[in-house]
């Protein structure tokens, strides 16, 4: 029983941090990209080049 109540502790006390390290990161900065950005592409967005031209729109 004891590794039962050490198991359910640990994965409370993981799932509790990851938590507010999750809403830290999204209160400060955000999860998500704008919905401009989805649309015209995350690697436009962040690196400024399409990362697989080849298989751009309209070819």
């Excluded at 799932?15 to 989805?38: C, D, H, Q, T």
């Excluded at 967005?45 to 080849?54: D, H, K, Q, R, T």
């Amino acid at each position: 029983i004891a590794q039962i109540i050490g198991i359910v502790g640990i994965f409370a006390w993981v799932f509790l941090a990851s938590l507010a390290v999750w809403l830290i990161i999204k209160a400060i900065m955000g999860i998500r990209v704008s919905e401009e950005e989805e649309y015209e592409g995350v690697d436009i967005a962040e690196c400024g080049l399409e990362a697989y031209p080849e298989f751009g729109v309209g070819k």
